[in-house]
Every structure is written in C-alpha cells, then in structure tokens.
C-alpha cells in the first residue's frame, strides 16, 4: 500500500502538480486508510462450581454460608471438587433459627465441618458412582452412596440433578443438608 501511496505522489509530481498537492494526496491516503483491529476478544472463562452456586437461586443460603465459613478461595481453587450442593429449601427444612446460628462468626468451626461434609476431592461423575459406594469428604468422614431403580441417593438425600460441570468440579443438587456425625 505504501508502494502504491508513493507512486501516485510520484505521478502527481511528474506531471506537474506541485510538491504540496503530492504531500496532500499522499496524507489524505494514508489517513483514510481504515485501521486493522488488533484487540483481541478474550473468551469468557469457564465457571467455577463457586460461581456456578452463585448463579442459582436455589443455592443463595449455601452460598451465604460458604462465604461465613471463609470456603469461597479454597473452593475457587484448582480441585478438582464435588460438591453435594444443598438447596435453599434444604437448608429451610432444618430446625427454626439452625442456619441464622451457624452464620455466626462464633459458629464457623461447626459451619466449616459441616459444608466440608458435602466436598468431596476430585470430579465425580454420577456415572461413577455404585450402589454402597463410600466417599470420604474433605472434612474426614465418609457419605454413602445408595442408587435404587436409577434414583441416586447421598445419606439419604436425594440428588435432584446431577454433573452440574464447571472449571474446577462437578455438583449435584441434593435435598437435604448432610450432618457430619463429630
């Protein structure tokens, strides 16, 4: 292009246009030039099962507890994580005043153990688990797996849907807050 920008002003020279008109020709051509786009459109970045959570409207009461327990960096972390994620009407269903007193800063050491019940270390897959199966969680203890004419159960919770994936995990949706036994 700039070849073609300096035989045209070599062209308006020779033939007797005068030395201005050729700087004008050739600045009018260089800036109606359009400009090549270099900025790059970053791809929006996978979720993680913590923004996954906070995208349902279902899980703003394990979200808010998750948030009190001071979990939301580790489980942003790189996992991978499977999360037994219990729904807003899980949690209501727990004893009148249950969730306002482990919200409480005094209450995040009982807060903590009991999410930590419901995360399990890798990705597991529905299709991974069996009938009898036992899964240790990252607090210590194990949950068992019943499946009965399809229908999965984690202590005796219902998964209502299941391989929720995101960047770091898996989560199935279950029905009722798992209580740790210590």
Known sequence: MLVAVSLSSLLLVSCGGDAEKAAEATTETVTEMPKEDTTAVAAP?????????????????????????????????????????PTNAAFAALPAGTV?????????????????????AGAVKAADLTDGQKVKTLQGEELTVSIKDGKVKINGANVTAADLTGSNGVIHVIDAVLMPKK
């Open 100 to 120: 306002d007193g482990l919200l409480k800063p005094e209450s995040k050491a009982k807060l903590t153990s009991i999410l930590t019940y419901h995360v399990v």
């Open 45 to 85: 970045a996978p979720k993680d099962v913590v923004d996954i959570a906070i995208g349902s409207a279902d899980h703003s009461t394990l979200v808010a507890a998750v948030t009190a327990a001071g979990l939301v960096e580790t489980l942003k972390g790189a996992g991978p994580f499977t999360i037994f994620a």
